[in-house]
Each structure stands twice: as C-alpha cells, then as structure tokens.
C-alpha cells in the first residue's frame, strides 16, 4: 500500500482550533482532498503532516480517512519554521516502503525542506493554493529575491505541480520544464451549495428582494480588486436599486472603511454552513483580480448555486465553458460594463451551475488527482543515494 504524505501548513496569525479539538490535526484543504482520494481509491493511506510551533512532542491521531501526524518546529534563519523530527520521519517513512509527497504549497520553504530530506527518494506533487510566487502579491523585493533563488533550485526536483493560474504555469514552466502540470483546484460538494428562491433568500437575509444584489467574499483589498467593485457599486446604483454585499472582511483590511462609506453591507467571517445562503440571494458575483492569485472557491460556491459572476478566474477554463459561468473582464471600467449588462439580463447564464459541476465536483477533482498519483509514481525515476549530502540543512543554507 502507497503512503501518501499531505504536507501543509497553518497560518499563526489566524483563529484556529483549539489544541483539544480534533480539528486541530487536520484543519485544511489538505484534510479535504486526503478525504475525498481516500473515497475515490481507498487502497491508498492517506497522512496529513504539519509542523506545529505550540507542541513539544510529536502527536499522532488516527480519523476514519487519514492519519494526522503533527511535528514540533522552531524559527530558523533561511529555512524559515522547521521542524528536524519531520524531516526524519519523512526520510524513514521513504527508505520503509513507497509513498509520494504531496505538498499543498508549491512557493514554500516547507516544501524545500521535504524535497531536500527526500533527496529524490519518493514522488513530489506540488499544488498551488493562491500562495504568492516572488516578486507577487506584495512580497518585498529583498524576500523575493532570495525565494527566488531557492526556488529556482527546490522546484526543479518536483514531478509535478497543480496549478490555479496560467502565469503561474508560465512560470513554473520556466523553472522546471520537464515536470508534469495539470489546472487544479479544490472541489465542491454541490449537494450543499445549490441554487433557491432568490427572492426568499433576500428576505432571509433581511434584503429587499426588489434590489439587485452584488456579491464578493474574501478580504477587502486591492489585490482581490476590490476598489474596482466599489467603484462599480458607485457607478450602477445610479441606474438599477442596488446592494453591494462583502462577505468574509475584516476591520482592519485597508478597503474596510471605504466600503462602509458608500453604503455596502459588510459582514465579517461566516461558516461554510451559513455561506450558501448570501450565494442564493446574490444576482451576480464579482471577483476582479486582475493581480496574482488562484482560482478561489467562493467562485466556485457562487457557479454551484447558479449565480454567474464577473470574474478574471474564468480565464483559467475553456472558453466555450467559461462563457456559460459569466464574463471575463480586462480592466475596471470592463467591471462595471459588465456587472451592468448581467443586472440587465438576469437570464443569460442557464447552465452555470451545470458546467460547475463538469469541471469542480469532488467526484471530478478526486479522480483527476488519483490519476496524477498513479502517472507520477510509475514514471519516477529515484535519483541516485551517491548525490546525498550529509548534512540535511547544507544545501538551503548555502543558498
């Protein structure tokens, strides 16, 4: 039986689970996909690995599809968080039997570290969760610089990358042309999120179900492309009764006030539960990030409840099918044009919970990586043990 190491990480910044709650071992898109292969292709064992700053021994907690292992780290200058027992247990688990590395970062030091205590013993998946390549999404030209190198190095030892964006495939194209890559991006249980009343859904949520609802979950900033949608807001309340609804942003994002300001319902974080709800009341969704990112699941979440959307993700899929989902705009003043003309024509987009389905449902995206899996396992090659070094941290530190 294959192993299959999900490695990822947490963000300390952010709420999280408690250290006695369960979730607390697996909460993560990682959990997710491990879960769903382990449905799709129950003979291969799925572990989830993370390094953890606030425990001091390892901790192990078997789940009904996966193993979670958690690893006590430090801070350590050039690797970044690092945590010497998992590298180990990542060396023994690949001289012990076969398994394969799936990293749910691709511009990440953890991942460097694995391939480097690999040293090409086992198959290395890396996949893009909207994490920043250097020189994006507001990252110093000083950190930049160095990730570059590393990466330059690290990411031509990787198999095969799953990526959410074509610039980004340009990219790894660059550094790594002989690897495998194929667009990924999470899956949708469209079960949960699926179209209703739309009028009843306004009412639900305390909106007059005579106004146009315009939607946009995540953080309010301009790397999401926010100002374009205010700016649109601003512009099309003069000609259709209008709400502009931001789900999911925080007090202190630098496009919070502004929002508030000029009249949009701003709420903050809701549960994955409770979001289907502002999907079925929207009329359009609205993501223009014209900068770097990935294909976020509030896209998919807003297609899956049959809400088209405006939105630069769709560039990302065929266009025949991306034209059945919304519209692709190039720039701010595209936004409004186009935010305007789906107010105008509510009926346009009959089959976009359909093609959402097609390309985003679990059944679809598990099976997809299950063919990955077993493609980057038969045609692995392990590089020879002569080309190990003997100290484990020499070659990120000489870097």
């Known amino acids: 039986m ?30 997710s996909i491990a879960e769903r292969i382990h449905l799709a292709a129950p003979d291969w064992r799925m572990e989830l690995w993370r390094a953890e700053k606030s425990i001091q021994e390892p901790r192990t907690k078997d789940f ?31 001289q012990t039997g076969p398994i394969l590395l799936h990293s749910h970062a691709i511009h990440s030091r953890r991942l460097f570290q694995a391939i480097q205590g690999l040293r090409g013993r086992a198959p290395v998946i890396a996949q893009n969760h909207g994490d920043f390549r250097p020189f994006c999404g507001g990252r110093c030209l000083a950190g930049s610089l160095a990730d570059f190198a590393l990466e330059r190095h690290f990411l031509r030892k990787v198999d095969h990358f799953f990526y959410l964006r074509r610039e980004e495939k340009r990219y790894l194209d660059g550094v790594n042309p002989m690897a495998g890559k194929t667009f990924m991006t999470v899956g949708l249980d469209f079960a ?8 009843e859904a306004k009412r639900r949520l305390g909106l007059d179900p005579s106004r146009k609802v315009i939607l946009y979950v995540g953080y309010l900033y301009e790397l999401k492309g926010v100002h374009h949608l205010i700016d649109a807001f601003q512009n099309l309340r003069r000609k259709h009764p209008l709400e502009l ?4 942003g925080r007090t202190h994002d630098p496009l919070y006030e502004r929002a508030r300001e000029i009249g949009a319902i701003v709420h903050g974080r809701v549960s994955h539960e409770e979001i289907v709800k502002y999907y079925q009341a929207a009329d359009v ?28 993700y769709l560039g990302e899929l065929p266009a025949g099918d991306a034209a059945k ?27 976009c919970r359909s093609t959402a389905e097609q390309h985003f449902s679990w ?37």
């Open 285 to 312: 969704y609205v993501v223009p990030a014209f900068l770097a990112g990935g294909y976020d699941v509030s896209s998919i979440e807003a297609a899956a409840c049959g809400v088209p959307s405006v939105n630069t």
């Open 245 to 248: 609804l931001l789900v999911g």
């Open 64 to 94: 009904p599809a996966f193993t979670a292992r958690l690893f006590p780290s430090t801070t350590k200058p050039v690797l970044g968080e690092y945590s010497p027992e998992l590298i180990k247990a990542l060396q023994l688990a690949a």
């Open 192 to 199: 949960q999120f699926r179209p209703a009343n739309r009028e």
């Open 2 to 31: 294959t192993r299959v190491i999900h490695l990822y990480g947490r963000s300390y910044g952010n709420p999280y689970p408690a250290a006695d709650d369960d979730r607390f071992y697996w909460s993560s898109w990682a959990a």
């Open 325 to 351: 989902l919304g519209l692709i705009p190039r720039d701010g003043a595209d936004v409004t044009a186009m935010v305007d003309h789906m107010l105008s024509h509510q009926h346009g987009f009959p089959h």
């Open 363 to 399: 059944s679809v995206i598990a099976a997809r990586i299950v063919d990955t899996y077993r493609s980057t396992l038969a045609n692995h090659v392990a590089r020879p043990a002569a080309a190990e070094r003997q100290d484990p941290d020499a070659e990120l530190v000489s870097l």
